[in-house]
C-alpha cells in the first residue's frame, strides 16, 4: 500500500541518488519461482535522477549494450510501472552501471528492475511499501522473461532470504537465516530466462511434487531453525534441475566435487548458468571454489567465480 502519510513531499526537479543493487540467488534449489536470497557481492551501480522532461531517460555506463528504449529495457518498464502511480512526477533520468552481467543467473534484471524503484522511493521521500517497489519491478521481469516473477525481485528489495508464497495477490514472506557463506561459479556461457522456461516441463508426476513440497517445507524448516544438517538434505530438485542441468557443461561434476568438499548443497541459481553452493563456514567456502575452478578449467570453459555470504540489507542507497 502507499504510504499516504509522505505524499505531500514534493519531488525536486534534479534531485539525484545512487543505489547498490544486490546480484541474488532464485529458486534455492527446490523452490522454484517461491524462494530467493540477496548477496553480498556482486553489485550494480545506479544513480537516478528526477526529469524536467516526460517519461524515461536511459544511459548505460557499460559494454553490455541494453536497451535504451525503456519499453525494453528492464529499468525501464518499471519506473514507467511507478510514474503511473505517481502524478507529480514527469519522468527520470537513469544512469546504470551494471556488473552483474545480463544472463548470468544471479539476478541481473532484477538488480536493474529493482535498484531504479528503490532509488526512485528514495527521490520520492519513501511513499511507497517494499511491497509496492516489488510490484513494480517485476514489470522489469517480465520484459526479461515474459513472466511477472519475485523470486530474484523480492530478495533484492527486502533483502535476505525471501519466500513468494503467492504473487496474485502478492504475499512476501522475510525468513530468517543462519550465517551461510555463498560460492558462485559463473561459466562464461549464456543461458537466457526465457528459453531455460521453455524447456520446461508443463506438468509433473504426483510423486515428485510430494518429493518437491517435502524439500522446500524442509528448507524453510532449517533456516528458520538454523539446521544446517536439515538444509543440506533438502536442497534437492527432482523437477526442474534435471531438466535445467543439460544446458550447463559440467554441471553434475561441479555438484559433486562441491559436496564432496564440504558444502551443504547447492544447484543452478535461477535459470543459469551460474551454480551457487552454500556452507557454513569461509574455508569450506572456498575450498567450495577451487573444486568449481577446477571442473571449468579442466572443460576448457572461461568463469568467473564469487565467494560471499547473504545480505540482509537489499538495494541501498549510498552516497554520491
Not at 510430494?210 to 538444509?231: C, T
Request: hydrophobic share 45%; proline share 5%; glycine share 10%.
Amino acid at each position: 500500500m502507499t504510504n499516504l502519510n509522505n505524499q505531500h513531499i514534493a519531488p525536486i526537479v534534479g534531485s539525484t541518488c545512487k543505489v547498490l543493487s544486490p546480484a541474488t540467488v532464485a529458486n534455492v534449489v527446490c523452490g522454484f519461482d517461491i524462494l530467493g536470497f540477496a548477496l553480498n557481492e556482486p553489485n550494480d551501480i545506479i544513480t537516478l535522477s528526477i526529469s524536467n522532461g516526460p517519461g524515461v531517460t536511459i544511459i548505460n555506463a557499460d559494454d553490455f549494450n541494453l536497451p535504451t528504449k525503456a519499453e525494453d529495457n528492464v529499468s525501464g518498464a518499471a519506473l514507467i510501472a511507478l510514474l503511473e502511480e505517481t502524478p507529480d512526477v514527469q519522468g527520470f533520468t537513469l544512469i546504470s552501471e551494471k556488473t552483474i552481467k545480463p544472463g548470468s543467473g544471479i539476478g541481473s534484471s532484477a538488480a536493474s528492475a529493482a535498484g531504479v524503484v528503490v532509488a526512485a522511493n528514495h527521490l520520492l521521500g519513501n511513499r511507497f511499501s517494499k511491497a509496492d517497489l516489488v510490484r513494480f519491478a517485476m514489470f522489469g521481469e517480465k520484459v526479461a522473461s515474459g513472466v511477472k516473477h519475485a523470486d530474484n525481485i523480492a530478495p533484492c528489495i527486502y533483502g535476505g532470504v525471501t519466500l513468494i508464497r503467492s504473487i496474485y495477490p502478492l504475499d512476501i514472506v522475510s525468513l530468517q537465516a543462519p550465517l551461510l557463506h555463498v560460492t558462485v561459479v559463473h561459466p562464461q556461457i549464456e543461458v537466457r530466462t526465457a528459453d531455460a522456461r521453455q524447456i520446461l516441463r508443463q506438468k509433473v508426476l504426483l510423486k515428485d511434487a510430494i518429493k518437491q513440497w517435502g524439500n522446500i517445507a524442509g528448507l524453510v524448516a532449517g533456516l528458520l531453525q538454523g539446521d544446517y544438517d536439515l538444509i543440506g538434505r533438502s536442497l534437492e530438485d527432482v523437477i526442474i534441475e534435471p531438466v535445467r542441468s543439460i544446458l550447463i557443461p559440467g554441471f553434475d561434476e561441479v555438484k559433486k566435487r562441491c559436496k564432496e568438499a564440504g558444502a551443504l548443497g547447492g544447484g543452478i541459481s535461477g535459470s543459469g548458468p551460474s551454480i551457487f553452493m552454500l556452507s557454513k563456514d569461509a574455508a569450506t567456502a572456498a575450498a567450495v571454489e577451487k573444486e568449481m575452478a577446477a571442473v571449468f578449467t579442466r572443460i576448457g570453459i572461461a568463469y568467473h567465480t564469487h565467494l560471499t555470504t547473504i545480505n540482509s540489507e537489499g538495494a541501498k542507497v549510498v552516497p554520491l
